[in-house]
């Protein structure tokens, strides 16, 4: 049995957040465009790091861009843009000391977002550092070993920067870069704990309209920050919750983890437990489904998504080398779960 959410009077800011940010982009209601929407919104929730992959016109910019602008506005105290990397240094005379120039800026920023966010006073504000078109480099170093740190919770560096003791991370401090690239060979197991991959299509990008707000938009981050869950403890508690039990609705995404752990040892990842964060955060605050009002039907929309981001991602390589490990998990896919199929044919068309 699943539990429906209470009924309520008063609106659910995360819903409403979903769709002033549709509205925003200005691509109508597909349902792609509202899955990323959605997906985006669930990864800021899970996990500190956010990469968004797709070719140049795919607009990620325009996506993150719309919705910060909605969940923060554009104050620049809590949402920072930054040049990924300097692809323009490529054609001046100091390529090397044009791209040291935009690193020590880029740590720069960081570091401010970093030092208002951990202060008290900010503990229900949420602050957002946006890298555009990172190299792998940007990738390497702000991600990667960042992430490598955050295993204790801290970190001690930034690129060019070295700090006199460990900093608690604060979880209100969110770091988003976008890769102009389809390809996820760079991903490793330092990177995915910390970090939610989001593959984008083409979104129009069309520029944005004037923003009217409504809803305070303090409001907004003081109940995201509450609804984000990203320990495996409390999300075990939602999904319980929010389900009533766990073997049958599971069973899929269960079978399909056994398979993986047997086929991969380079991953440090623990599957379940990141498949049961992302479930978790796909149910708002109140306990309405972000994917649909439907509980059950929602449920299937987060497997289907929980599955390509908690398991299929960290095993893309170990996957798109073995006919027999596709047609293992297609198997237990059938037709019930199809953006996870969709993604296993685009890997290797079997």
């Known amino acids: 049995m699943i539990n429906k959410p209470n009924s309520q009077s008063s609106p659910d800011l995360e819903l409403l957040l979903i769709e002033e940010t549709i509205n925003q982009l200005e691509v109508g209601h597909s349902g792609y465009i509202r899955n990323l929407v959605i997906n985006f919104l669930i990864a800021l929730k899970s996990k500190p790091f956010i990469i968004l ?13 719309d919705f910060n602008n909605i969940l923060i506005g ?8 930054m040049i990924g990397h300097p692809w323009w240094a490529a054609k001046s005379i100091n ?12 740590t720069f920023k960081l570091e401010l977002l970093l030092e208002e966010a951990v202060l ?12 555009t078109k990172i190299s792998r480099g940007e990738l390497l170093e702000y991600f990667t070993e960042t992430a490598f740190q955050l295993r204790h919770g801290q970190i001690m560096r930034l690129p060019g920067s070295h700090f006199f003791e460990p900093i608690p991370f604060p979880t209100n401090l969110s770091i988003i870069g976008t890769l102009d690239s389809s390809d996820f060979s760079w991903v490793d197991s330092d990177l995915l704990p910390q970090t939610t991959i989001l593959p984008c299509l083409f979104i129009s990008n069309s520029s944005s309209r004037n923003l009217k707000a409504t809803m305070n938009q303090t409001s907004f981050q003081k109940v995201l920050l509450q ?11 939602k999904i319980l ?14 079978q399909i983890t056994q398979i993986l752990r047997k086929e991969l040892s380079r991953y440090a990842g623990n599957f379940l437990t990141e498949g049961m964060i992302y479930l978790a955060n796909s149910w708002s605050q109140t306990g309405n489904g972000l994917f649909s009002k439907d509980p059950r039907e929602n449920l299937q929309f987060a497997l289907d998504l929980a599955i390509i981001q908690s398991l299929f991602l960290p095993c893309t390589d170990k996957i798109s080398q ?11 896919l059938g037709n019930k779960f199809p953006n996870a199929a969709a993604y296993l044919h685009q890997l290797n068309p079997l």
């Open 95 to 106: 390529v090397i000391e044009n791209i040291r120039f935009q690193s020590r800026f880029n």
């Open 322 to 332: 073995s006919k027999n490990l596709q047609d293992n998990l297609h198997k237990i």
């Open 120 to 131: 008290f006073h900010n503990k229900n504000r949420i602050f957002i550092a946006t890298m």
């Open 53 to 65: 992959t797709g070719p140049p016109e795919s607009a990620k910019e325009k996506l993150v861009e």
């Open 74 to 81: 554009k104050d620049t105290h809590q949402y920072q843009t």
């Open 227 to 237: 609804s984000s869950i990203r320990s495996p403890q409390q999300a075990f508690k």
């Open 241 to 254: 919750k929010v389900t009533n039990t766990l073997s049958q609705a599971l069973l899929p995404f269960l």
